[in-house]
């Protein structure tokens, strides 16, 4: 009720200018609430293409409502992109209708994470391969003097921080990262491909990271045990918090203000 129960989707603003990170169901929320402020050209950057992070694409409203261009990006698949992957999801007998039905047009761009993307506005936004069965990305947006990292799906490694993504967080004004376990969790789930705040926190500081928002948190924990843990790593990296869904973070482009503003979590119902 109060973290939310959607999978990833962040919406990223540099300036005006819009980008999607991952599709999951969150998106349809996001969709809802851009209304009719939607460029004629969509920026979805896929970590990766596991269910949790597209299976809300066809839900996108912008999608099915105007003959726009929606574009993904996929960087875990040798240069391949998200197209036949996404074909094959969103077919008969697995989904009712196919994106090429959709009123938007889809155009699928693959590349290799490491490679930095430019698009036909000039803007640029820096990759990174991260350790995920199947690989995913890792993404940099920055924009004047201020940046955000989005560092999802990951599992740290034995030797941690890792070097090159330490350099890619390098001083970073906001990192989102894979905390969906803690360390007293992890050895059980161990290969599964995600991480712990507490590996958050030690790339987080090792990398002069200046706030870390432990994000794609696991859904069997309640809001009572997030927020214990979310008091307990304050302790150790007061700026830490754990993302709650439909927060906002503003990170003020003069100077070096961050305003992190939170939803009121909603009212439990009386049983
Ligand atoms: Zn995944
Ligand atoms: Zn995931």
Redesign the pocket.
């Known amino acids: 009720m109060e973290f939310g129960g959607h ?2 989707c962040v919406e990223i603003r540099c300036g005006e200018r819009l980008f999607i990170v991952d599709a999951g169901t969150g998106i349809s929320a996001l969709g809802n609430a851009l209304g009719e402020n939607v460029p004629d050209i969509v920026d979805i950057l896929f970590s990766h293409l ?1 269910l ?2 597209v299976g809300g694409l066809p839900f996108f409203k912008p999608a099915l409502t105007k003959e726009r261009l929606v574009r993904t990006y996929c960087g875990n698949l040798d240069g391949d992109s998200a197209m036949d992957s996404l074909d094959k999801l969103f077919s008969p007998p697995l989904f009712p209708v196919r994106l090429s039905q959709f009123p938007a047009r889809f155009e699928h761009v693959g590349f290799k994470a490491g490679e930095t993307l430019t698009f036909d506005d000039g803007a640029v936004v820096t990759t990174h391969s991260l350790n995920h069965p199947g690989g995913a990305t890792g993404y940099r947006f920055t924009h004047g003097n201020r940046s955000v990292c989005y560092i ?2 990951v599992e740290h490694s034995e030797a941690w921080p890792d070097k090159g993504l330490t350099e890619f967080v390098r001083d970073t004004d906001l990192m989102i990262y894979d905390g969906m376990f803690s360390e007293a969790e992890y050895p059980r789930c161990r290969g599964w491909g995600h991480s712990t705040w507490e590996k958050g926190v030690e790339l987080a500081q090792g990398a002069g990271v200046k706030s870390l928002a432990i994000f ?1 948190i696991y859904p069997g924990h309640d809001d009572a045990f997030i927020r214990a843990l979310e008091t307990e790593m304050q302790r150790v990296m007061p700026t830490a918090f754990v993302a709650r869904e439909r927060q906002s973070v503003i990170l003020d482009a003069s100077g070096s203000e961050t305003v992190a503003d939170c939803p009121k979590p909603a009212k439990v119902p009386a049983i």
Do not use: E, R
Request: charged share 25%; aromatic share 0%.
């Open positions: 999978t990833a596991h949790d992070h999802s799906d794609h």
